[in-house]
């Protein structure tokens, strides 16, 4: 062997040797990594039920380490029905609606809790609710990759997770979940049902604003789309919608115009009186929801996109 060669394998060695010792050295940093910035907490136990447990609910909230994008800790909030007499959940607490929160929620939820419309579920319905504080970066919305309402986002897999936890902690049966929400939490709503249109048994939104396309199956997911009159979302719902038709897939969608107390506060992107309510009794009783949208002949059904 020459000097050379002898001097090739020698450099080699000493190299491989330090790159060996260096990989060793980020094993530690990068199972820190992942434990503090990657890594989701195991939920938390819940509170058990028992029959000295009385009342109406059994409303509750846990945080975790969630390690999402601009979110370290995450709070989660739930509301449980529950029959007064045994303090055991009813037997329609096990559908649980799930409340997609729109972007900049997170400090009122953490906060006040949930907005007071969709404690209609829990309260009238006897149906089980959750929602989550998601704190968004700020500059963030519907035309970034990472953004919530996306599954590369990576908070799909959080949703199911806290559904289970919920299931296995009150000992509901596995139902398929409903989704309700506005603006971004409306575009959530969508979202899930185009991602898993098999565990979806129902969405109701307004002021949706971006779309993913849905899959043939979605064609069995009631889905009701709405807009208060004057909202800039109305086009990306219009285009839903039209794609929907190519597809038969059955999406309810209409335009709310406001009343005048609506009018006077400049209301166009929010949700209406009629609008919350309309999406309540949608995704729990059709015929009642069938009932109001006839009553009101000044809802405008949505047409294809212009």
């Known amino acids: 062997m020459t000097s050379d060669c002898k001097m090739n394998v020698f450099i080699c060695r000493k190299y491989s040797r330090w790159l060996v010792c260096c990989f060793i050295a980020l094993i530690p940093c ?23 447990t009385m009342g109406k609910f059994l409303e509750g909230s846990f945080a975790f ?8 800790r995450t709070l989660v909030r739930y509301v449980i029905p529950l029959n ?9 607490a096990s559908n649980i609606v799930f409340y997609a929160p729109f972007n900049g929620e997170a400090p009122s939820m ?12 829990p309260e009238q319905a006897g149906y ?6 998601i704190d968004v970066k700020k500059g963030e919305n519907n035309s970034s990759p990472n953004y919530y309402i996306y599954e590369k986002g990576g908070w799909y897999e959080i949703f199911w997770g806290i559904k289970r936890h919920l299931e296995k902690s009150f ?6 979940l409903l989704v309700t929400g506005q603006s971004s939490g409306g575009s959530l709503a969508e979202h899930l049902v185009a991602a898993y249109p098999e565990r979806i048994a129902g969405a109701a939104w307004n002021g949706g604003t971006a779309y993913g396309p ?3 199956a979605a064609s069995q997911v ?7 009159e004057g909202c800039y979302g109305i086009p990306s719902t219009q285009r839903l919608y039209s794609s929907c038709l190519s597809k038969n897939i059955n999406l309810v969608c209409g335009i709310v115009p406001p009343n005048e107390e609506e009018k006077a506060r400049n209301l166009h992107h929010e949700a209406t009186a009629l609008a919350y309510r309309l999406m309540l009794l949608f995704l729990t009783d059709r015929l009642a929801f069938e009932k109001l949208w006839n009553e009101h002949t000044e809802i405008i059904p949505l047409c294809n996109e212009p």
């Open 30 to 52: 990068m199972w820190l990594y992942y434990w503090n910035y990657v890594r989701i907490e195991p939920f938390p136990e819940l509170e058990s039920i028992s029959a000295r």
């Open 65 to 72: 380490k969630s390690n999402r994008r601009g979110n370290h």
């Open 222 to 228: 009631p889905m009701l789309a709405l807009h208060t």
């Open 128 to 133: 089980s609710l959750f929602t989550l504080s």
């Open 84 to 92: 007064s007499d045994t303090g055991q959940p009813l037997e329609s």
């Open 171 to 176: 000992r509901l049966e596995e139902r398929p």
């Open 214 to 216: 849905l899959p043939d």
């Open 110 to 121: 953490r906060k006040r809790g949930f907005p007071e419309w969709v404690r209609y579920f």
